[in-house]
């Protein structure tokens, strides 16, 4: 079964071969893989090839879920999300975005997109997130996704081949729940 999850703007679908030359190609960009934890830089040719085929496998065994953000109307993939298993009940939240849809609310979209699949299909109890301090932008997306800061931590950047600052987030399912019964309150 080949999961799709459709937002406003949006569409968020398993990534296929088809797509390893775009994301290579954004991933080489420096301004994103240096605001990620994974990403290496310089980024090695069909790297992004291999990625893409561990997916299915990952999925099957429960411990990462990634998607291609896409707009909708659109099959050609504009960034990458995902939720990883960090330890049993709870997932994190990872996310980037190409620099052309960058402050257009697109990432704020995902993520909030992410946060109703991990609680409602995944089952999670938490998620957690966090951003190097250096990317600000990146922290507002998650608290517009009604994540909260929880700390600050040293991270490992694959492009920086350094630890960096981070500022650490949490989004509880109970919270959440809350926050949506709230809103729906309001609603009516």
Sequence with gaps: MTIRI?????LLRPFVAADAAVVEGYAGRWEIARMTTRI?????KG??????AGHAAAREEGSEYTFAVTLQGHEQPIGATSL???????LELGYW???????????TEAAQAMVVYG??????????????????ASGRVLEKAGFRANGIARQWSEARQD???????????ESWQ???RIAAEKAR
Excluded: C, K, M
């Design 163 to 173: 630890f960096v600052d981070a500022n650490r987030f949490l989004l509880t399912r």
């Design 97 to 107: 975005l190409a620099p052309g849809h960058w402050g257009q609310g697109l990432a």
């Design 6 to 10: 459709e937002t406003r703007r949006l």
């Design 119 to 136: 609680f409602e299909t995944l089952g999670a109890e938490a998620l957690t997130s966090g951003h190097f301090a250096d990317n600000a």
């Design 84 to 90: 990883r298993r960090n330890e049993p009940g709870n």
């Design 40 to 44: 290496a830089h310089p980024y090695p």
């Design 47 to 52: 790297a992004a090839a291999a990625w893409i």
């Design 178 to 180: 809350r926050a949506r």
